[in-house]
């Protein structure tokens, strides 16, 4: 089997539009540059997201390199983990197509084969998404409209780890909420392979305040960024690629 | 994925008559009409050089590429096909769009609860009897088949044979399930594994069986558990007789595809009431065992079966009177 390194995701859910700090569509970006992926789910429940709440999530997306997803809350569960491994598949893809372009020339990818040769190069894919070890962070909005959504996020969230876990990687999880009772952003859990905690503290939110999106991001890298730097010396410099190590 | 279908937009809309030509191989296929779409694609019915196929189509070259992997490799199986026939692999160019897709073999039929619901509950065992066989080859191959569900089985015929279609959801056996629907799903009832193993099917086909007798499905109370479904088997008529096998099945306790298939064989054999664990059983000891078995009966069969004991102790009684008179007699006479 192949040697892998360490996918970073952060997994955003919220319920419509930023009111606060940077904007949140440059602070994917940057996060993107770091090697983070960014993904959003906009969680809808009867009322609807306006234009610009739904245009920030996909903008959010596009530039953290992400998938993003509109969703109902009763069906949150199923897209949490769909667009979890989605994104995975993307970045890997991603990956791949590199190691492609090192091989065959600058403007081979996995479409550009005839589709007889990609089912190869799709199983090394596969693989790589079996076993990759991941680290997501997720960003849960707490804002007064999230108040009655939170407890299908929290159903969602342990599935999504239920989910991650039968894969043969090591995945990693950490949970913040925003806005946080001082800071713009609040730490709920720390990095666990194991999501069940959360059941206990999940029910002490109290939702309320406004939405900075932005600030949260940013904060959010600070934190993957602290936990590379103590194993720092191991691995390589941060802004080159996806991947600690490939292949 | 399948299960997004309430939300979710179709990903394409082409119109009857489109004409579909392949970038690599340039064959031509004419779009009939549609068949079905998830997320993750849509099937339209399309009319080829050699006569109707199933034409899957994904703005995801991921997903188009692993579904054509699994089918690949069911096809080298023996025996009756496992999935659809692959026909070809292609990609098609349309007002800067890329598109990818493979053709496959149209498989005619009715989806498996409109089959039965127009044909009648007497076939939902032999159906399910011919799924667990097709199973237990996926598993021997090495496969899990993931999204099991009846909108993923097609009744072919006559003669009637059920066909799985879609294996988007197809997974290699240790690794995570790679798509799957709520409903069918052990990790949403249970908070069980989603690793592929054979018993992940096997749930998913307990559920089928309640799914057909329950056709809007339901959703999971609170903290949905074995309670919850059990209640629902027992709250059915027409589950009766599959109630020990679903309930082994979604417990995962049937080690493989062919022990459920021949336990529910078994149990339709012998009729409603037969609960036997091994399957060797003669029809007395389970007949017993299942008497037993008080609290699962409705009370009205439980009158019934005492009045009968009664009936057989009188009969028994009087017989034994008339063969000692008989024998009596015999003595006088001598």
Same mark, same amino acid.
């Given at each position: 089997?192949?040697?892998?390194?360490?996918?970073?995701?952060?997994?955003?859910?919220?319920?419509?539009?930023?009111?606060?700090?940077?904007?949140?569509?440059?602070?994917?970006?940057?996060?993107?540059?770091?090697?983070?992926? /960014?993904?959003?789910?906009? /969680?809808?429940?009867?009322?609807?997201?306006?234009?610009?709440?739904?245009?920030?999530?996909?903008?959010?997306?596009?530039?953290?390199?992400?998938?993003?997803?509109?969703?109902?809350?009763?069906?949150?569960?199923?897209? /949490?983990?769909?667009?979890?491994?989605?994104?995975?598949?993307?970045?890997?893809?991603?990956?791949?197509?590199?190691?492609?372009?090192?091989?065959?020339?600058?403007?081979?990818?996995?479409?550009?084969?005839?589709?007889?040769?990609?089912?190869?190069?799709?199983?090394?894919?596969?693989?790589?998404?079996?076993?990759?070890?991941?680290?997501?962070?997720?960003?849960?909005?707490?804002?007064?409209?999230? @108040?009655? @959504?939170?407890?299908?996020?929290?159903?969602?969230?342990?599935?999504?780890?239920?989910?991650?876990?039968?894969?043969?990687?090591?995945?990693?999880?950490?949970?913040?909420?925003?806005?946080?009772?001082?800071?713009?952003?609040?730490?709920?859990?720390?990095?666990?392979? @194991?999501?069940?905690?959360?059941?206990?503290?999940?029910?002490?939110?109290?939702?309320?305040?406004?939405?900075?999106?932005?600030?949260?991001?940013?904060?959010?890298?600070?934190?993957?960024?602290?936990?590379?730097?103590?194993?720092?010396?191991?691995?390589?410099?941060?802004?080159?690629?996806?991947?600690?190590?490939?292949? | 994925?399948?299960?997004?279908?309430?939300?979710?937009?179709?990903?394409?809309? !082409?119109?009857?008559?489109?004409?579909?030509?392949?970038?690599? +191989?340039?064959?031509?296929?004419?779009?009939?009409?549609?068949?079905?779409?998830?997320?993750?694609?849509?099937?339209?019915?399309?009319?080829?050089?050699? =006569? +109707?196929?199933?034409?899957?189509?994904?703005?995801?070259?991921?997903?188009?590429?692993?579904?054509?992997?699994?089918?690949?490799?069911?096809?080298?199986?023996?025996?009756?096909?496992? =999935?659809?026939?692959?026909?070809?692999?292609?990609?098609?160019?349309?007002?800067?769009?890329?598109?990818?897709?493979?053709?496959? &073999?149209?498989?005619?039929?009715?989806?498996?609860?409109? !089959?039965?619901?127009?044909?009648?509950?007497?076939?939902?065992?032999?159906?399910?009897?011919?799924?667990?066989?097709?199973l &237990?080859?996926?598993h021997?191959?090495?496969?899990v088949?993931?999204?099991?569900?009846?909108?993923?089985?097609?009744?072919?015929?006559?003669?009637?044979?059920?066909?799985?279609?879609?294996? =988007?959801?197809?997974?290699?056996?240790?690794?995570?399930?790679?798509?799957?629907? &709520?409903?069918?799903?052990?990790?949403?009832?249970?908070?069980?594994?989603?690793?592929?193993e054979p018993t992940y099917d096997l !749930?998913?086909?307990?559920?089928?069986?309640?799914?057909?007798?329950?056709?809007?499905?339901?959703?999971?109370?609170?903290?949905?558990?074995?309670?919850?479904?059990?209640?629902?088997?027992?709250?059915?008529?027409?589950?009766?007789?599959?109630? +020990?096998?679903?309930?082994?099945?979604?417990?995962?306790?049937?080690?493989s595809a062919? &022990?459920?298939?021949?336990?529910?064989?078994?149990?339709?054999?012998?009729?409603?009431?037969?609960?036997?664990?091994?399957?060797?059983?003669?029809?007395?000891?389970?007949?017993?065992?299942?008497?037993?078995?008080?609290?699962?009966?409705?009370?009205?069969?439980?009158?019934?079966?005492?009045?009968?004991?009664?009936?057989?102790?009188?009969?028994?009684?009087?017989?034994?009177?008339?063969?000692?008179?008989?024998?009596?007699? +015999?003595?006088?006479?001598?």
């Amino acid at each position: 089997m192949m040697k892998t390194g360490t996918l970073r995701q952060i997994l955003l859910l919220t319920d419509g539009c930023s009111n606060q700090g940077e904007d949140p569509i440059a602070m994917a970006a940057l996060a993107k540059e770091q090697g983070i992926t /960014v993904n959003v789910i906009g /969680v809808m429940d009867n009322d609807v997201i306006d234009d610009n709440g739904m245009q920030e999530i996909e903008g959010i997306a596009l530039s953290g390199g992400g998938v993003s997803q509109i969703v109902y809350a009763q069906q949150l569960s199923q897209t /949490v983990q769909m667009v979890t491994r989605k994104a995975m598949t993307q970045t890997l893809q991603g990956v791949v197509n590199n190691e492609l372009k090192q091989i065959l020339g600058k403007s081979a990818s996995m479409e550009e084969l005839p589709p007889d040769q990609r089912g190869e190069v799709m199983e090394v894919v596969d693989e790589l998404g079996e076993s990759v070890d991941m680290e997501v962070l997720i960003l849960v909005d707490t804002s007064a409209s999230m @108040k009655h @959504k939170l407890p299908t996020v929290k159903e969602a969230l342990l599935d999504l780890s239920l989910s991650l876990n039968a894969r043969m990687g090591d995945n990693k999880f950490s949970v913040f909420v925003f806005p946080g009772k001082r800071q713009d952003v609040e730490k709920l859990l720390d990095w666990t392979p @194991k999501l069940e905690t959360l059941t206990s503290i999940f029910s002490k939110l109290s939702p309320g305040g406004i939405t900075p999106t932005g600030p949260a991001i940013s904060e959010a890298l600070t934190y993957f960024k602290k936990k590379r730097s103590l194993r720092g010396l191991l691995s390589r410099g941060d802004d080159e690629q996806y991947f600690e190590e490939t292949i | 994925m399948a299960m997004m279908n309430n939300t979710s937009k179709k990903p394409f809309n !082409f119109p009857a008559g489109t004409v579909i030509r392949g970038k690599w +191989y340039k064959q031509i296929y004419t779009i009939v009409k549609e068949l079905g779409y998830g997320a993750n694609g849509m099937v339209y019915l399309v009319q080829g050089a050699s =006569g +109707y196929l199933a034409l899957k189509m994904s703005d995801s070259n991921v997903s188009i590429t692993s579904e054509v992997n699994v089918l690949k490799s069911f096809s080298k199986v023996q025996g009756t096909p496992l =999935g659809p026939k692959l026909h070809q692999v292609d990609d098609w160019e349309t007002r800067g769009q890329k598109i990818h897709f493979y053709t496959m &073999e149209y498989i005619q039929g009715m989806n498996l609860l409109n !089959f039965v619901q127009s044909k009648g509950t007497a076939w939902t065992g032999v159906l399910i009897a011919q799924l667990l066989s097709d199973l &237990e080859r996926i598993h021997n191959e090495g496969w899990v088949f993931g999204d099991l569900k009846p909108e993923n089985l097609i009744v072919t015929g006559p003669p009637y044979r059920i066909r799985c279609i879609d294996v =988007g959801g197809t997974t290699i056996q240790g690794r995570a399930i790679k798509e799957f629907t &709520e409903f069918f799903d052990r990790g949403y009832w249970l908070g069980a594994s989603r690793k592929a193993e054979p018993t992940y099917d096997l !749930f998913s086909v307990g559920m089928i069986l309640i799914n057909l007798a329950y056709p809007q499905r339901f959703n999971k109370t609170e903290s949905g558990n074995m309670q919850q479904l059990r209640k629902a088997i027992a709250a059915k008529d027409q589950l009766c007789k599959f109630q +020990y096998t679903i309930e082994k099945a979604l417990e995962g306790s049937f080690p493989s595809a062919g &022990e459920m298939r021949m336990h529910l064989l078994d149990a339709l054999s012998h009729g409603a009431s037969t609960q036997s664990s091994a399957p060797k059983q003669s029809r007395r000891a389970s007949a017993a065992s299942s008497s037993r078995q008080p609290t699962q009966q409705p009370s009205r069969v439980q009158k019934q079966r005492k009045k009968s004991s009664h009936f057989l102790e009188t009969v028994l009684v009087i017989m034994i009177v008339s063969l000692l008179y008989v024998l009596y007699i +015999y003595g006088e006479l001598m």
